[in-house]
């Protein structure tokens, strides 16, 4: 740990009260002299970052006010030294290299280990980059075929897609299911698929996703 600044300064951005709670103490166990802040959401990211200097950024993906390709770049353009970790909940084979190529300098699955939060947090705060075992897998296999793992909407069909985009409108049940003439019945069982397919669990989850993929 030689080398490393003293008086860090983080701020962790998550809507998740008991998230930051944890994460917090994790990073206190590790670095107590760091100057940690938190905030619920994008706009207070922002806010946040006009205001003060921060070495990192710990950021969930889905929160409200905003997108994390926007945090992304105003991050860049407002404190371009300042190190980008996401930490989600998403399938990190599939959403991780997607971030790093957004300019995040890593990407943390929440449900990592302790040990594996900690050597995220020392690789970020060293480096300025993390990389997991799974991620790196990726990124060779990338390399060696010339192809990413394929896209989760793949394993979609059509009519899955389109309730997808349907859903991410913001829609309710009822009208999609008006809209499409399918019974309501049908189109819960429709939600619940997709979401299997696409490991994630809400709504705000698949709209980031659709963003991610541009469909």
């Known amino acids: 740990m030689m080398g490393l600044k003293v008086n860090i300064h983080i701020v962790v951005a998550d809507d998740h009260g008991i998230v930051r709670m944890g994460l917090i103490q994790t990073i206190k166990r590790l670095r107590p002299d760091a100057v940690i802040s938190e905030v619920e959401d994008y706009k207070s990211l922002y806010k946040l970052i006009q205001k003060e200097e921060f070495d990192l950024a710990i950021m969930d993906v889905n929160m409200p006010n905003g997108t994390v390709q926007e945090a992304i770049d105003y991050i860049k353009i407002h404190q371009p030294a300042l190190k980008i970790l996401?930490?989600?909940?998403?399938?990190?084979?599939?959403?991780?290299?997607?971030?790093?190529?957004?300019?995040?300098?890593?990407?943390?699955?929440?449900?990592?280990?302790t040990e594996v939060i900690e050597a995220a947090l020392t690789a970020m705060l060293s480096k300025g980059r993390y990389i997991s075992e799974n991620i790196k897998e990726a990124i060779l296999l990338e390399s060696l075929n010339g192809t990413a793992k394929s896209s989760p909407f793949e394993a979609l069909s059509d009519r899955e897609l389109q309730i997808a985009n349907k859903l991410a409108e913001g829609l309710p049940l009822k009208e999609i299911s008006n809209q499409l003439n399918l019974h309501s019945s049908t189109i819960s069982t429709y939600k619940i698929?997709?979401?299997e397919k696409l490991k994630i669990k809400s709504i705000p989850e698949l709209v980031e996703i659709l963003r991610l993929y541009n469909q």
Do not use: C, P, V
Request: no cysteine; aromatic share 16%.
């Open 86 to 113: 996401i930490f989600s909940s998403q399938d990190e084979e599939l959403y991780g290299m997607r971030y790093l190529k957004m300019g995040a300098g890593g990407y943390l699955s929440k449900l990592s280990s």
């Open 193 to 195: 698929r997709l979401f």
